[in-house]
């Protein structure tokens, strides 16, 4: 069975943030994903440098797409001001407690 990018976003719509009830797509955090035989690339977009959970972050995406037999690599930018507003207004309203 090949797997076609819808499957590998549908995968990705699972992976919530730990903190806040949303997954990192609708959050913002993870965009332009590709697949690319059997790879995966996507950009992560960190509303701030050095996140303190960035690595837990890569490895809550990377597991479930390595678990489909895919290779995953990111590219990590930082948020412009207009999506950190819209980032911190959705972590607002839907922070776990």
Excluded: Y
């Amino acid at each position: 069975m090949s797997i076609s990018e819808n499957d590998v976003i549908i995968t990705l719509e699972d992976v919530k943030h730990p903190a806040i009830d949303l997954s990192l797509i609708k959050l913002g955090m993870l965009k332009n994903i590709r697949l690319e035989g059997n790879s995966v690339s996507a950009d992560f977009c960190f509303p701030f440098p050095n996140i303190p959970i960035k690595e837990m972050l890569f490895s809550s995406i990377r597991t479930p797409l390595e678990g489909m037999g895919l290779t995953v690599t990111f590219t990590e930018t930082i948020m412009n001001p207009e999506e950190v507003q819209q980032f911190l207004a959705l972590e607002t309203a839907n922070w776990k407690n």
